[in-house]
């Protein structure tokens, strides 16, 4: 397996599971779901 595929795997498992965390525990883990969606805009200009 290719590794652009397995990271966005494992960055779309991420965010699922931090938005799962932010309902559910506390909503202070919503920053953890902005952190993720900057790395993937990060990545979208630097491939």
Same mark, same amino acid.
């Given at each position: ?16 599971? %931090?938005?799962?965390? %932010?309902?559910? +525990? ?6 953890? %779901?902005?952190?993720?969606? +900057? ?9």
């Amino acid at each position: 397996m290719k590794l652009n595929p397995m990271l966005r795997l494992i960055t779309g498992l991420m965010l699922l599971l %931090s938005l799962s965390l %932010s309902y559910y +525990v506390d909503a202070n883990w919503g920053w953890f %779901s902005a952190f993720i969606a +900057v790395n993937l805009i990060q990545s979208a200009f630097t491939n």
